[in-house]
């Protein structure tokens, strides 16, 4: 929206047939400097032998150089200007680098070990000089917690974020949008501790996978509610009165007019959901044992998760845990990525005509 | 209803509709007890069962919300009692034994050191990421970077804590180093031990600065989103440069969002656990000296003791998880007021 009208401001190349603009500094000046600064990188590679190095005096040499050539030739102001520009767009590499050095790294370690074969066995009598062995058994787990967890999440959450739109006004609906928000804030090792006192020492029951969906259900459901209520703002007024006067109650207008035109929204939210929760390692750590086996009981015995996998094998250090924990951490990141992608999809292609 | 939609016209619509239903939903209640038809009498009981499912609902969010502060301080107060130490200032963690004494002040120590590192890192960058999203990327591909910087957060913690550990923990040796060389006269940049790794507490600040950075960002692209056209045409329009027109109308504006923004990310930065606990080699005491090994965080410890501790320590885990949970409470809510009193930008997105 802002970006066309403040092209024309900065551009040095915008220059004014009737000389009312000052003198600019040319384009081929910060070219040049952006040369000279690569250069200086890839020189600091060679001597030193450190890309990080490299680049860090390159994008010194480079927003020291046009600032100060921009002072020269321009003026303060101008010079002020191109050095916000150059930090701005300096933290926006900074932002990227580590996510592409994240996936970088575990596409390249993590392919190594992931194959069918690691997929579909489980580290069942896997001694710890022996290469075998898998995630089938942690890939059970984890879509049983998680779907359990998002079997409690999406309905309770549906309901309450309905009647904080359709119905809720007064105090209750105010508290409950307060909790929703702290809940947000929970850490997940926290919720974890709260199952554990509750479920595992309070009611006496057995660690279980089950154990570990009540902890993630606690971490998807304000997730879900804040996704849905923000949703069913959006549908229009209109639809809700429309559908109330042609004399249909209320109760079916909620479900045959609202959350069908809310449903894309929805479901991204739930994934997005997904996706997050899929990823927790911490409650799982204390709520659901730890087993090398499969076992496709959620709610009786000892699970293993995904991500509890690239913990434990981490940990295990010996000779080839550390590549199955890199093949696991693919996986995860594989799963929660394709999930992430498929949920911003359904909502572009879904989505209410609603601007930006 | 026109094709952009604010969040302040959406408030207004939903205000507006509220108050339209509630106005319809009276007279409709005094016709019928004019006209009591008995066609109405069973539309109404699906209406009950639906309001009263879908509040329940609500109802059943606070019950578990109060739970988990009900459970935690009983048990909490259970393994206090046995404590033989001053559980707010010791900094050992003994469970076993004759006399038991566990304190948090390590551990909280420990924790607000690494997430003051990633504060000071993550904030300055992810407003500068904002800025570059909202105001400087060209606009075609703006809304894509933006949600390059959002898949950062989908990436799991424990693959944070792998990726720290087994990558960026030795190449920041050199950093340690240099920092220590030539910052080493301010006594908490000073290092003792020179040729240690560099699974510090320093390291685990850059990795949640990582973390939190795209919650920052999200929130505060947001609000950037938000200011008024008008003013920053209005500064540009008097001769402002583009940092100008930033400095003068956007960040003025996006002021009180940058700080719930970065509230958010401290939440989320005090409660991390599993790349802490991956990355981190840990000791027990309250260490300032961030740039060598050592040190702890509340949520570390609790997943690293927890699958050795017997009954008492795992009280113990539970009652240092409440000064966590009461930390987090605590920054969250300062955060949320923030964002209520500006009610335009919720940070419901993030």
């Not at chain 1, 603009?21 to 590679?45: E, H, N, Q, S, Y």
């Not at chain 2, 969010?61 to 200032?89: H, P, R, S």
């Not at chain 2, 900094?91 to 997430?115: C, E, H, M, Q, R």
């Not at chain 2, 600040?205 to 200011?227: D, H, N, S, Y």
């Amino acid at each position: 929206m802002t970006i066309t009208t403040t092209d024309t401001a900065v551009s040095p190349a915008a220059a004014d047939p009737l000389k009312l603009t000052r003198r600019t500094m040319p384009d081929w000046i910060t070219w040049a400097l952006g040369a000279a600064a690569v250069g200086l990188g890839v020189l600091v590679k060679a001597v030193q032998g450190n890309w990080a190095l490299g680049a860090f005096y390159a994008g010194l040499f480079f927003i020291a150089t046009v600032t100060a050539a921009s002072w020269r030739l321009e003026d303060r102001r101008r010079a002020k200007d191109r050095f916000a520009t150059s930090i701005v767009y300096t933290a926006f590499v900074l932002a990227i680098v580590p996510l592409v050095s994240i996936l970088g790294y575990t596409i390249k370690k993590g392919f190594e070990e992931l194959s069918p074969y690691f997929l579909s066995h489980s580290m069942r009598g896997v001694g710890p000089r022996d290469d075998t062995g898998g995630i089938y058994h942690a890939i059970v787990g984890t879509l049983e917690q998680v779907g359990l967890a998002a079997l409690i999440a999406v309905p309770l959450g549906l309901l309450t974020a309905i009647y904080l739109v359709e119905y809720g006004r007064g105090r209750l609906a105010r508290s409950i949008t307060f909790f929703v928000d702290v809940m947000t804030g929970i850490p997940s090792i926290v919720a974890g501790l709260f199952v554990y006192s509750f479920w595992i020492m309070t009611l006496g029951f057995e660690a279980s996978g089950f154990a570990g969906s009540l902890a993630l259900m606690i971490l998807m459901l304000p997730t879900v509610v804040r996704a849905t209520e923000e949703m069913l703002k959006l549908v229009p007024n209109e639809l809700r009165e429309a559908s109330l006067a042609l004399g249909i109650p209320k109760w079916r207008t909620i479900l045959k007019v609202v959350l069908p035109t809310a449903m894309g929204g929805i479901i991204t939210g739930v994934m997005l959901a997904v996706a997050r929760v899929i990823g927790e390692t911490a409650p799982l750590l204390l709520l659901v044992g730890l087993t090398q086996s499969i076992n496709t009981n959620p709610f009786s015995g000892w699970q293993s998760s995904i991500p509890l996998y690239v913990f434990e094998q981490n940990h295990a250090g010996n000779q080839f845990s550390g590549d199955r924990a890199w093949a696991g951490a693919l996986t995860l990141i594989i799963i929660v990525m394709v999930l992430n992608l498929v949920a911003r999809l359904i909502a572009r292609w879904k989505a209410p005509k609603a601007g930006r | 209803m026109s094709t952009s939609i604010t969040p302040e016209s959406r408030g207004d619509a939903k205000r507006d509709s509220g108050r339209r239903r509630g106005r319809s939903d009276k007279t409709g209640h005094g016709t019928d007890a004019k006209l009591p038809k008995p066609a109405k009498t069973q539309v109404r009981l699906g209406d009950r069962v639906f309001l009263g499912s879908s509040r329940g609902a609500g109802i059943l969010l606070l019950v578990i919300m109060a739970a988990i502060a009900v459970f935690l301080v009983v048990e909490a107060l259970d393994a206090l009692g046995k404590n033989d130490g001053n559980f707010l200032t010791d900094s050992t963690w003994v469970t076993d034994g004759a006399k038991p004494a566990f304190g948090v002040a390590g551990l909280v120590g420990g924790t607000v050191i690494s997430a003051a590192i990633a504060m000071l890192i993550a904030v300055p960058v992810a407003v500068g990421v904002a800025l570059f999203i909202t105001h400087y990327a060209p606009r075609r591909v703006a809304q894509t970077l933006g949600y390059i910087v959002d898949l950062l957060a989908a990436v799991p913690s424990v693959v944070f804590g792998l990726w720290g550990l087994v990558f960026l923990s030795p190449k920041l040796i050199g950093l340690h180093t240099w920092l220590s060389d030539y910052l080493g006269w301010i006594p908490i940049f000073d290092k003792d031990d020179a040729g240690a790794t560099a699974r510090t507490l320093f390291t685990c600040g850059i990795i949640l600065a990582i973390m939190v950075l795209p919650i920052i960002a999200a929130v505060t692209r947001e609000v950037f989103l938000q200011v008024p056209r008008a003013h920053e045409e209005a500064a540009l329009a008097l001769g402002a440069t583009r940092w100008e027109m930033i400095r003068t109308a956007v960040l003025p504006f996006g002021k009180p969002g940058i700080i719930s923004a970065s509230m958010l990310g401290l939440g989320r930065a005090l409660g991390e656990t599993i790349a802490v606990a991956m990355v981190l080699s840990s000791s027990q005491e309250l260490v300032f000296k961030f740039l060598d090994p050592g040190g702890n965080t509340i949520a570390a410890n609790i997943a690293n003791q927890f699958g050795e501790s017997n009954e008492l320590g795992r009280g113990a885990l539970i009652a240092s998880g409440l000064v966590l949970f009461f930390l987090t409470l605590l920054v969250n809510g300062a955060a949320r007021v923030v964002i209520n009193r500006h009610k335009e930008f919720s940070g419901a997105n993030a």
